[in-house]
């Protein structure tokens, strides 16, 4: 995949938030379009360049079209969870010394 | 995408202040792995003004610059920039201090992630590293 189509699928906060639903769970068109000011046809051009980038992919369900991540898109949402869950934990354990150090030392 | 902690200390924001900035080498928990430097983990400053230094001191005298005082206002905030070695964009941390009754509420922000969680992939080339194609986004966009 050519890089510069990936960058391209990324460069928008409207594709960036429909990665983050579809990162939560599958969803039909309808409902990936739900909560935008902009118009369903706009939200499908973006749905296209998601999927040319190799980030989503799309299945036929009957007659309903369902979304979900592909696995690439997968595997990089996973790594930033799971870097978002260290840095987390590292936060507590810092704010627990700085706790324990001010309240028996101040 | 945000971290966002927040914990309760029975002292008054100024002196909570004080202690998380002035004598933040007291109380960092660099022995217990929270320190880049590991095994030569020393000492930690916090730089008092906007532009200052967030910065290691190791065992063998050697700095390491974790990132730049962004906002400097005691008792209520400090702010600074936080980057990994590995990875190409820093990331920004916001702290800041609320009364809570006789005590006072510390929270943590840390902000950031489009930029750069994993660029320890790196190695990996392009074709599954979220964070440098991010990176390269941000960086790109913000040319523009």
């Not at chain 1, 909560?35 to 499908?44: E, L, N, V």
């Not at chain 2, 190695?123 to 964070?131: A, E, I, T």
Request: proline share 5%; with cysteine; net charge positive.
């Amino acid at each position: 995949m050519p890089i510069d189509t990936t960058i391209g699928a990324l460069a928008d906060s409207t594709r960036r938030e429909l990665l983050r639903r579809l990162a939560d769970k599958p969803c039909r068109a309808g409902e990936l379009a739900e909560g935008f000011t902009i118009s369903r046809p706009a939200i499908c051009k973006h749905t296209r360049m998601l999927g040319r980038a190799g980030l989503i992919r799309a299945k036929k369900v009957g007659r309903e079209r369902i979304y979900e991540l592909a696995p690439r898109g997968q595997l990089a949402v996973q790594e930033l969870i799971r870097t978002l869950e260290e840095v987390g934990a590292f936060w507590d354990g810092t704010l627990n010394a700085f706790k324990r150090f001010v309240e028996e030392n101040r | 995408m945000t971290i966002r902690k927040a914990i309760r200390v029975e002292r008054s924001p100024e002196v909570v202040f004080r202690v998380f900035t002035e004598e933040i080498g007291k109380w960092w928990p660099l022995k217990e792995g929270f320190s880049f430097g590991g095994d030569k983990a020393k000492d930690i400053f916090i730089e008092g003004r906007v532009g200052g230094r967030f910065f290691e001191r190791f065992t063998d005298g050697t700095e390491f610059e974790v990132g730049r005082i962004t906002a400097f206002q005691p008792p209520h905030v400090v702010a600074f920039t936080w980057k990994d070695p590995n990875w190409e964009a820093p990331t920004q941390v916001e702290v800041k201090f609320a009364p809570d009754g006789a005590g006072t509420r510390v929270e943590v922000e840390h902000r950031g992630w489009e930029a750069g969680p994993t660029m320890q992939k790196q190695g990996q080339g392009y074709s599954d590293g979220w964070g440098i194609i991010l990176v390269r986004f941000t960086t790109r966009a913000e040319a523009a």
